[in-house]
Structures are given as structure tokens and as C-alpha cells.
């Protein structure tokens, strides 16, 4: 078994803020996603990758920024935070060529 | 593109009610659907995966199956308890750049009263 890790579990931020969210995994899986969900909503990919450093836009991108740099962490940038935003980011991660996804516990983002 | 809809948001049974939950797709491709739930706090969790090869998956008493002819796909349990209280997600299997990616429905949120 293995397990993802999100860093912070919450996020408060300030409107036009820069803001990252980290996820890692130790299920050694080739592609890692970030997912953002919203009451009410089903979750929905903000970027995707599939190796380290190889980066893959979802339908949900713009406005945010993605890192891979090693096989086991993925990061997430908010480029400019949004007055009264408020989301939870989900990171998951699957084995290569697979479609059965894992997901960590979430960051909840408030933006004030 | 494909897609998938749930409508029903949310849904209020008591302890030994008979669940169904349902979705409706649209893919080109032979669907792969899954369901996961999702508790308070915590991600979503793979609960069953279903192909046009097993058309059918079981697991924890809950059932998924589908229907082609309708573009559908369903979850049942016979006999809900109350800890089956959480949010279920349908999701679609759809190719992507080099992988696949999962096409999510909004969610039904399950209580289940003692």
C-alpha cells in the first residue's frame, strides 16, 4: 500500500496572492493529477503528469501553474487568488497506463 | 467531448432503505465507469469499477452495473446503513495525452438516518 500527503490541510490567503499546495506519494506511480472541487460539483483537472518534469493541462488550467520535479511530488501554484474563492484541491496519483486513480485528503483553500 | 451527468444531488434514506444512484454518459470510445465515495475530510475512495467486458462489479454490498442501450450506469445497495452516509461520485474513463483521465458527475450526497 502507500499513501498521499497533501501540504497544508488549509490555506487562507489574501485576493491577487501567490499560493502553492503540495502533494507526494509513495506508491512510486508514474502520473500524478490536481483536481479542484467545488460544493456542488464534481471534481475537475487542473493539470496532470504523466513522468517527472512533464506537465499536461486539464480542462481547468488557467489560473494556475504545475511543478513535477521528481517522480514522488507534484505542486500546485495559484497564480492570483480570487476574492471570496473557496475549493478543496484534491492530488491523486496512478499507475502508468492504468485509470484507476488514488487521491490524498485534500487542501481546503478560503481566500478572503 | 464525453461527459457524464448526475442529477440527483442529494438523497435522504433510512437505516435497511434500498439505494440507486444514477448517471448518464456520452463517450465514443467502449466506457469504463467507476464510482468512488468520498467521506468527510477525506478523498474519494475507488469503490467499484465497471467495463463492457464484466458489466457488472460488487463490492461492500454495493452493486454498479450499466446499460448501453441507455448510456447509463447505476449504483445500488439493498439495505443502507447509517456509516453509507457520504458523497458518491460516477465517473467516466476518458483518453488522455499519454494517459487517461476521469470525467467526474457532481456528486450525490447520501444521508442515511438511524
Known amino acids: 500500500g502507500g499513501i498521499i500527503t497533501q501540504t497544508p490541510k488549509f490555506l487562507i490567503g489574501q485576493e491577487g496572492q501567490k499560493l502553492t499546495l503540495k502533494c507526494q506519494q509513495n506508491f512510486n506511480h508514474d502520473t500524478m493529477y490536481w483536481y479542484r472541487q467545488d460544493s456542488g460539483k464534481g471534481l475537475r483537472l487542473i493539470y496532470y503528469s504523466i513522468t517527472e518534469n512533464d506537465l499536461q493541462k486539464g480542462d481547468l488550467s488557467e489560473g494556475y501553474d504545475a511543478s513535477r520535479e521528481k517522480k514522488s511530488s507534484f505542486s500546485l501554484t495559484v497564480t492570483s487568488a480570487q476574492k471570496n474563492e473557496m475549493a478543496v484541491f484534491l492530488c491523486?496519483?496512478?499507475?502508468?497506463?492504468?485509470?484507476?486513480?488514488?487521491f490524498g485528503p485534500g487542501t481546503r483553500l478560503l481566500v478572503l | 467531448g464525453d461527459s457524464v451527468t448526475q442529477k440527483q444531488g442529494q438523497v435522504t434514506l433510512s437505516e435497511d432503505d434500498f439505494l440507486f444512484i444514477n448517471c448518464t454518459y456520452s463517450t465514443t470510445t467502449y466506457p469504463t465507469l467507476l464510482w468512488y465515495v468520498q467521506y468527510p475530510g477525506q478523498g474519494p475512495q475507488l469503490l467499484l469499477k465497471v467495463t463492457t467486458a464484466n458489466n457488472k462489479g460488487i463490492s461492500r454490498g454495493f452493486e454498479a452495473t450499466y446499460d448501453k442501450g441507455t448510456t447509463s450506469f447505476h449504483l445500488q445497495k439493498a439495505s443502507v446503513q447509517e456509516s453509507d452516509s457520504a458523497v458518491y461520485f460516477c465517473a467516466l474513463v476518458s483518453p488522455a495525452s499519454g494517459s487517461w483521465q476521469l470525467i467526474f458527475g457532481s456528486g450525490t450526497q447520501l444521508t442515511v438516518m438511524p
Open positions: 491523486a496519483s496512478s499507475i502508468g497506463g492504468e485509470d484507476t486513480q488514488y
